[in-house]
């Protein structure tokens, strides 16, 4: 199957400071990629949807302006965690969908542990 | 009610043990059935992907889909302890691709 990249696989930072996460496609196009954020034992919870070239469609709930999403290119999603508090520790995971693929061709990243102390 | 519901467990089996695993759900459109399997503080990886009813097999495993009672199973045959992990189910809607993921169950098989 095909490889998302995802880094930092772990962050630990101090509150108030902001995070960057970033997904890559090593070997295809995405044009659509996904960020979930999944917390112990729970499933995986839709933040946002991010479209190469334009802006993120965000769920219902989540701050945009607190979690910030580019799409610059057809291999690489980045989230920043601005400002973030311990509340954002979680485990983010990217995911990506291949040009013109169906839900078969949709492929996760390794996730990112963020603790926030 | 959830629109995927999926019990958590933990389901504990012996090593070659016939596993089955199922989520049932609300939504009448789900056209796409998916099955991942996520292993601790990892992506998760996919497993199977079936199209409206039916079944697929693909070596020890098999999905199961029953959209006249919205149900779906994973069948693991001869579990192995390396199959010890978080199986999430996902279904999505014909024309959207946005998954919705039952919680998981975690499976452990112990030798």
């Known amino acids: 199957g095909a490889v998302v990249s995802q880094h930092p696989s772990r962050v630990i930072c101090k509150s108030g400071t902001s995070v960057k996460i970033e997904c890559r496609s090593l070997d295809f196009q995405a044009t659509t990629m996904f960020w979930y954020r999944q917390f112990p034992k729970q499933s995986l919870m839709l933040m946002a949807t991010s479209n190469e070239g334009s802006k993120a469609t965000y769920e219902q709930g989540v701050e945009k302006d607190k979690f910030l999403i580019n799409h610059a290119s057809l291999t690489l999603s980045t989230l920043t965690v601005t400002s973030a508090h311990p509340e954002d520790s979680s485990f983010y995971i990217c995911s990506a969908r291949a040009q013109g693929g169906p839900n078969e061709k949709l492929f996760f990243g390794s996730g990112t542990q963020l603790s926030v102390l | 009610q959830k629109e995927v519901e999926q019990d958590p467990g933990p389901l504990s089996v012996p090593e070659g043990a016939i596993v089955s695993l199922n989520c049932t759900y609300s939504n009448s459109a789900f056209q796409y059935f998916m099955w991942y399997r996520q292993y601790s503080r990892k992506g998760p990886e996919l497993l199977m992907y079936t199209y409206s009813s039916g079944n697929k097999e693909d070596g020890r495993f098999t999905a199961q889909v029953d959209k006249s009672s919205k149900y779906i199973s994973l069948f693991i045959r001869d579990s192995q302890p390396s199959d010890s992990a978080t199986y999430l189910c996902?279904?999505?809607?014909?024309?959207?691709?946005?998954?919705?993921f039952g919680r998981g169950t975690s499976l452990i098989v112990h030798p």
């Open positions: 996902a279904m999505s809607e014909g024309g959207s691709y946005i998954p919705t």
